[in-house]
């Protein structure tokens, strides 16, 4: 059985997520960033890369993704530098596709991911070395 959205702005929001990336946003995104990263919000590759630098995430660092939706930042992240990356967002449909990136990427077993609203995370204090949080409102 299908699973029923809400109605309204939410519903739509979240219908985004179950519908992934067409051949032609996949095109702008390569013209555009140079890669096919699931970029799906206004943080370039030199910021995310920035982030990377600026956070000292390297091997052996975990990363906290608030709202990760698709995987971007956080994905791409786990691939660059190595660190271990928690991507938490609300959005199921997102989560499973930075799954599937984090898969075909080579890094599903440095990620973990979680459905869960940046207001009520379900982790301890100090769980993490470094927390991103791109695009989130």
Known sequence: ????????????????????????????ERDVHGINAGITSYTTPAQAGALADVLGLRPGVSLLDVGAGAGWPGVYLAERTGCRVMLADVPVDGLRTAAARAAAQGVFQTCTFVAASGTHLPFRARSFDAVVHTDVL
């Open 1 to 28: 059985m299908a699973r029923k959205l809400p109605r309204g702005p939410l519903g739509d929001f979240l219908k985004g997520y179950a519908k992934g990336l067409s051949p032609a946003e996949l095109r702008v």
